[in-house]
């Protein structure tokens, strides 16, 4: 009987204390989160976009490559890819650094990649370490041509992606005032459907 | 009842916890009578002398070793370790000060001890005391809420015959410090003097600071890294690293009142999300400059336009790093009201030229005293 108090007590502080640090977060901090998260999540696109392009300056989508795995909180994060053949979707798990490396030297001689739809953005919450987490969802439309010449691509497909999101509060000076850091980052990006193109 | 015994014995727990008042802990380690070959520093044994000094003042038990060998490095993070494991959890603070030679290699800051005999690259690994993997991890893993660590070590490379192995002079930055505060007498990869004075010009300027009452860990350096950087006429520029949430003070305020534009700071103990978000203001009195807000903009706009090559936009690169006090200066990203990201200025320079078309703003800037620049705040325009 007594475990079922001291469970029921915590469960009590625990909601509590979940929907405190809910409501503790402004209109404005909120609005600020879906910036910078958006914000990173463009430039992810950007650069996956312009490493698979290998019409591109070699040396900009070598630099790419390093900002694009910048944006991670680690190396360690997964990125997934998938793709189908003959209907059938196969995931694979690549280490973030190894997503960008294989990407740009993807054996094609053309690679396009567009993000399409808006990107989605679930609430920002508040977790008990005291980090924001989010989960944003893109859509991703990729072209494969093995001849370039080509007008058909050889493969293609569309696919919805779950990206993780961590936001850790740091603190920093700003002339002689100690303000609050939001930095957004990205964690594991996971594959939630893949289609045939239209 | 059983209930109400526990609730009792979880709120006696958690006062007796908060009440306590917050213990401190230093080792202090000054190395100066290295032999001849390795080089005889005139200031770290005083150096530390004095921080020993100062930091008990402000309610640090200091360890003070001087002069020491490897096992005596050794034995004394081992003591210091032991401490900081004993001490109530959460609830002290550690801090690690070291004055002498240090080298950096493979991406590892290594003190020297004196009685190390350094002829080739691997001895460095042998002979010399990690600080990564010796201090930091060990502070890590033991209670306290903070560590904080204060290398005044980039003095020169005390072995010219590994210099082309150790790629570059001075210590590198010290990575994945986890609640750390890191403290560096120059920018990673740099050096320092070791002074002409009683105390090095870095230790000087600290001494002073942190006796300064009211002011939070990273406004203390931040005044060192200002006083260093005028009084070296802009050769030294001191750098720190930190992953801090919770404040600090050496020298807590009493009775003196915060300065109005430091209300943030004065709330700083409520919790990181009611502290201040802080938009940088242009000074009122203007500045001498070396590059105008509105040119910069542009210049930083142009690295970002994907019609010029990106050969050209490279080269723009290195050009406006040199409107730079150190390739380590500090720059602001800033989305509204808020600082998005802080970044170092090479680190903004090499992201702008990989970003798509850009038009940027210059929000704030301020510049050392030959107008070149210490601290930018950018924003991206929609």
């Given at each position: 009987m007594t475990r079922i108090f001291t469970l029921i007590f915590f469960l009590i502080i625990s909601t509590a204390y979940d929907s405190v640090a809910q409501d503790s977060l402004s209109d404005e901090l909120k609005e600020y989160f879906k910036k910078s998260v958006l914000n990173k999540v463009k430039r992810l696109e950007h650069y996956i976009t312009l490493i698979a392009n290998?019409?591109?300056d070699d040396n900009l989508r070598k630099s790419s490559i390093s900002q694009a795995v910048e944006l991670?909180?680690?190396?360690n994060r997964i990125v997934q890819i998938s793709s189908l053949v003959n209907g059938k979707e196969t995931i694979i798990d690549r280490p973030v650094r190894t997503y960008f490396d294989r990407l740009y030297a993807i054996k094609a001689e053309k690679v396009v990649i567009t993000f399409y739809k808006v990107t989605q953005l679930t609430d920002v919450r508040l977790g008990p370490d005291n980090k924001y987490y989010a989960t944003a969802y893109i859509f991703q439309d990729t072209k494969i041509y093995y001849?370039?010449?080509?007008?058909?691509?050889?493969y293609t497909d569309v696919t919805e992606k779950a990206i993780d999101i961590t936001i850790k509060p740091d603190t920093t000076l700003v002339g002689d005032k100690m303000v609050v850091l939001y930095p957004a980052k990205l964690g594991s990006v996971n594959v939630k459907e893949t289609r045939v193109a239209n | 009842m059983r209930l109400f015994s526990f609730l009792f014995v979880f709120v006696v727990f958690i006062q007796v916890c908060y009440g306590q008042e917050e213990k401190r802990y230093a080792l202090v380690i000054g190395n100066s009578d290295y032999p001849k070959e390795v080089g005889v520093l005139l200031n770290p044994v005083n150096d530390a002398t004095a921080m020993a000094a100062e930091l008990k003042k402000t309610n640090f038990e200091v360890q003070l070793v001087t002069n020491a060998t490897y096992m005596q490095l050794r034995e004394a993070v081992r003591l210091f370790h032991e401490k900081l494991s004993n001490a109530p959890k959460d609830n002290a603070v550690g801090l690690f000060y070291y004055a002498g030679h240090g080298v950096q290699y493979q991406d590892e800051n290594y003190l020297v001890p004196l009685d190390a005999k350094v002829q080739y690259e691997d001895d460095i690994v042998r002979m010399c005391f990690p600080v990564q993997r010796m201090v930091l991890s060990n502070m890590e893993r033991a209670n306290a809420r903070m560590n904080i660590i204060i290398l005044d070590?980039?003095?020169?490379?005390?072995?010219p015959a590994t210099t082309r192995a150790l790629g570059g002079a001075g210590l590198g930055e010290i990575k994945k410090a986890y609640g750390s505060f890191v403290a560096y007498?120059?920018?990673?990869g740099s050096v320092a003097s070791d002074g002409t004075?009683?105390?090095g010009l870095y230790t000087q300027e600290l001494l002073k600071a942190i006796q300064?009452?009211?002011?939070l860990i990273e406004q203390v350096f931040k005044e060192v890294r200002r006083n260093v950087l005028k009084l070296s006429g802009e050769k030294q520029y001191t750098w720190d690293s930190s992953n801090i949430i919770g404040d600090f003070y050496f020298n807590p305020a009493q009775s003196i009142p915060p300065p109005a534009d430091q209300t943030a700071v004065a709330t700083s103990s409520t919790s990181a999300v009611t502290r201040s978000e802080v938009k940088p203001e242009k000074k009122s009195v203007e500045e001498k400059k070396l590059v105008s807000d509105t040119v910069l903009a542009k210049e930083l706009s142009e690295l970002?336009?994907?019609?010029?090559?990106f050969k050209n936009r490279q080269a723009s690169q290195q050009k406006i790093l040199?409107?730079?006090?150190?390739?380590y200066a500090t720059t602001f990203i800033m989305i509204g009201s808020r600082i998005d990201e802080r970044l170092t200025a090479s680190k903004l320079l090499e992201r702008l030229v990989t970003l798509p078309e850009s038009v940027i703003k210059v929000v704030a800037m301020e510049t050392s005293e030959?107008?070149?620049?210490?601290e930018v705040s950018i924003e991206f325009e929609d």
């Open positions: 290998k019409s591109m991670f909180e680690d190396e001849n370039e010449a080509s007008e058909v691509p050889d | 070590a980039c003095r020169n490379n005390p072995f007498a120059t920018a990673p004075g009683k105390n300064i009452p009211g002011l970002t336009n994907p019609s010029t090559p040199g409107y730079f006090v150190v390739p030959s107008g070149r620049i210490i």
